[in-house]
């Protein structure tokens, strides 16, 4: 094949539109595309009736229609909602925690005033403020009474009545 | 030129890019240039046969992907057949290895594979080609894919796609040569 046999990108385009060759070589070249082209190949009858059968009816349209925004909307509410979850069960655990510290210092003497409200018509008829009970004495103040004023061993009052006192102040 | 093609009615150029067609529209317009496409690049119409119905089932699964404004039905297809036939292709080598005497034997045995009318010498020098010499030829002869189309098909430059076409037709002029002579 010579150097002038050589087609060059731009005329084998031209060819393949169906232009006119120029040159032998392209005469040589069109008539090749020429007989590829002249080869009858068609699918199968067999092929095109499992082809077609497997094709979706005209109302697929309407489903994917469908489908994609569904899946996309659980694409981003999935994790979502999983991030609020997690945001809000934060949120939660630190001021559970740090309320519970106050409940848990105050609730008790909240707890006796109020039961001593109960059993004492006076005080809570006087309307006072229960003051904040100092947890020293609520522990056990008659064992750190060395001095002896305190209730005489054996005869320690009843927790329900001391906590009564030091929640009023007395 | 083009009217020479005897079947350019079935294997009509691309739709317009935008257009978004239906499915079944697409399948029976389209099922002619794939298959063609896969007897080329297998060289075996029975393979050829499985393969396209392989692929329109793959088309079909993957049908909410295809995007009109990207490229047209007719790349996108062969694009899907091209991966399926290469799938085909290593199973393939796979199954010659195990079994030696069915390689020697598929070779022999599929006649005219390349499309009726095809005259004798054409034919045993496409079957002389690679099936990538084969499938460039089939891409932009026979299913009139321009450049670019092809080259995106093939998953190659326009360069190395116009090379490699101009290669394999220069190699079909001389075997063709040779056989009249």
């Known amino acids: 094949m010579s150097a002038s046999d050589v ?41 095109r009736a499992r082809v077609l059968a497997a094709a979706p009816a005209p109302a697929a349209p309407r489903v994917t229609l469908l489908r994609r925004p569904s899946r996309r909307l659980a694409l981003v509410v999935v994790p ?39 059993t004492s018509g006076r005080q809570a008829n006087a309307g006072r403020a229960v003051p904040r009970a100092p947890r020293r004495e609520i522990r056990a103040p008659w064992r750190r009474r060395r001095d002896g004023a305190g209730p005489q061993r054996g005869a320690a009052p009843s927790r329900r009545r001391t906590a009564c006192r030091t929640a009023s102040g007395r | ?37 896969l007897v080329y690049l297998t060289g075996d119409r029975a393979a050829a046969e499985d393969l396209a119905a392989e692929t329109f089932e793959k088309a079909f699964r993957m049908w909410r992907r295809f995007d009109p404004r990207r490229s047209a039905p007719r790349t996108w297809l062969c694009r899907i057949a091209r991966t399926v036939a290469i799938d085909w292709f290593r199973a393939e080598a796979r199954r010659k290895r195990r079994e030696e005497t069915y390689s020697r034997d598929l070779g022999e045995a599929v006649d005219a594979a390349f499309g009726d009318g095809l005259s004798a010498p054409l034919e045993s020098a496409l079957r002389e080609l690679s099936p990538a010499e084969r499938e460039v030829v089939a891409l932009r002869v026979l299913l009139e894919l321009d450049g670019p189309s092809a080259a995106r098909v093939l ?14 037709l220069r190699r079909l002029e001389e075997m063709i040569g040779d056989v009249r002579e």
Do not use: W
């Not at chain 1, 084998?12 to 590829?36: I, T």
């Not at chain 2, 998953?155 to 394999?168: E, K, P, V």
């Open chain 1, 7 to 47: 087609i060059g990108s731009e005329r084998m385009e031209a060819l393949l539109r169906g232009d006119a060759p120029r040159s032998g070589a392209e005469e040589r070249r069109a008539a090749l595309l020429d007989g590829l082209r002249t080869a009858q190949l068609r699918a199968p009858e067999a092929l």
């Open chain 1, 80 to 118: 979502l909602a999983a991030a609020l979850a997690v945001g809000a069960a934060l949120v939660h655990g630190l001021v559970g925690s740090g309320g519970g510290r106050t409940a848990i210092g105050t609730s008790p003497a909240i707890i006796r005033a109020i039961a001593c409200a109960g």
């Open chain 2, 155 to 168: 998953g190659i430059s326009q360069t190395a796609c116009s090379t490699r076409l101009s290669r394999a």
């Open chain 2, 1 to 37: 030129m083009k009217g020479v093609n005897a079947i350019s009615s079935s294997l009509d150029p691309p739709r317009a890019l935008g257009a978004r067609p239906r499915f079944d529209e697409v399948a029976a317009e389209q099922l002619d240039a794939v298959y063609r496409y």
